[in-house]
């Protein structure tokens, strides 16, 4: 059986809670906060399915406690080969409607240059209200996007459709 690891940067408490819900849908599934319990890129390694969240801030970049692992895996290339990836984040479609959940881009550019298989649980555009999006592919996102702020009576419902979509495409 596939070991699923969640990996998640949260200030706000919003990709957390998320996190959170998701490890319940996920069997066997390692909640690992990146702030508390994060060590080293070799953490990564220990999971055949990586669920990375976090939330966006400033112009369109990860929460701040992925700086560093980011930083890492951008200048050292770790080898991802074999992890399946998928990405959810928190944004504010309205107020930061110009970067909407682009740290969810920028991070899955990053785990493609290090050899993971992305491309799971890309979720469509459509129900959202936004200017720009570096997290956006066609018509949709390369992760599940929450708006906890303008949309919160969805986000249950969107992760769990979400989370049936991840393991239906990954084989879980």
Known sequence: MAKVGIFVGSSGGVTQSAAEKLEEMFEDAE???MEEDYDDLEQFEEFDILLIGSSTWGQGDPQRDW?????EMDNDEP???GKKVAFFGAGDQDTHGEFFVSA??????IFKKCGAETGFGYWPTEGYSYTFSDAQRDDKFCGLAIDDI?????TDARLSAWAE??????GI
Not at 67 to 71: E, G, I
Not at 104 to 109: A, C, F, H, T, V
């Open 150 to 154: 303008n949309q919160e009576d969805m």
């Open 31 to 33: 909640l690992i906060n």
């Open 67 to 71: 700086v560093d692992p980011l930083y």
């Open 165 to 170: 979509q991840v393991k239906k495409e990954m």
């Open 104 to 109: 969810l881009g920028k991070m899955e550019n």
């Open 79 to 81: 080898d991802f080969s």
